[in-house]
């Protein structure tokens, strides 16, 4: 089963606006990550942040990070065509040496 | 450095068949996991290697099997295909051991169908 849940499932911006994605887990982690999967092809790793931080940027991405709750978001800022692709959050769950992914949130820019 | 490769990118098998599927990782990782990702049930783990030893194992029947080389190069077998085996398979490589935090380099994934 899916330790991630991702909301919502599907986004559409135009360009140069903002994105946020949401990402809930159920269990302690020691990490959460964010891939992003262009169509059909690998995933590609965006950032980490890890379960005793709260806050993380890299270039237009900002991830935060609220254990209490089990959440974290996404947010691409200004964002532009290439960003079209699907976005999932990943658990390493704490004991465990696996990531659990989430069902990922497609994300599509508008020119 | 050269990324995670996976042969063949594409297969077509028939029902009852069986597949092997190759993954290189990135030179030094020793670890590797396995994934299967369809439309329906997203990514699922499947199984990762940590020098040639199996750690962990997703919920997939024995049909699905996997093994690590010595050079850290690992293959993924699945006997007596089904329809439903159809899906995107990914390797990914990691360098992390232990508790660390297992950032994943994924291949380009190999595309089965079966028909």
């Known amino acids: 089963s899916q330790q991630g849940e991702e909301d919502p499932q599907a986004l559409s911006i135009q360009e140069g606006e903002n994105a946020t994605m949401n990402c809930s887990y159920k269990?302690?982690?020691?990490?959460l990550q964010w891939y992003r999967q262009n169509s059909g092809r690998g995933l590609v790793h965006l950032i980490l942040?890890?379960?005793?931080?709260r806050e993380k940027h890299s270039g237009r991405l900002r991830v935060t990070l609220d254990t209490s709750k089990k959440s974290s978001s996404l947010l691409i800022t200004a964002s532009r065509a290439a960003d079209t692709a699907s976005y999932f959050c990943?658990?390493?769950?704490?004991?465990?040496?696996?990531?659990?992914f989430g069902q990922g949130t497609r994300l599509t820019i508008n020119p | 450095k050269a990324g995670v490769t996976q042969t063949p990118r594409y297969l077509i098998k028939t029902r009852g068949q069986q597949v092997t599927l190759s993954c290189s990782p990135i030179?030094?990782?020793?670890?590797v996991s396995w994934y299967q990702q369809t439309p329906g049930q997203g990514l699922q783990f499947l199984f990762e290697?940590?020098?040639?030893?199996?750690?962990n194992k997703g919920n997939f029947p024995g049909r699905f099997s996997g093994r690590q080389f010595s050079n850290s190069r690992s293959e993924m077998n699945v006997s007596t295909l089904e329809l439903g085996d159809s899906a995107l398979y990914l390797c990914?490589?990691?360098?992390?051991?232990?508790?660390?935090?297992?950032?994943?380099?994924f291949g380009p994934g190999t595309r089965l169908t079966v028909t």
């Open positions: 990914a490589s990691s360098w992390t051991a232990g508790t660390g935090t297992y950032e994943q380099y």
């Open positions: 269990t302690s982690i020691n990490n």
């Open positions: 942040i890890r379960s005793n931080e």
């Open positions: 990943a658990t390493k769950v704490q004991g465990a040496q696996k990531l659990v």
């Open positions: 030179s030094g990782h020793r670890s």
């Open positions: 290697y940590f020098s040639e030893t199996q750690r």
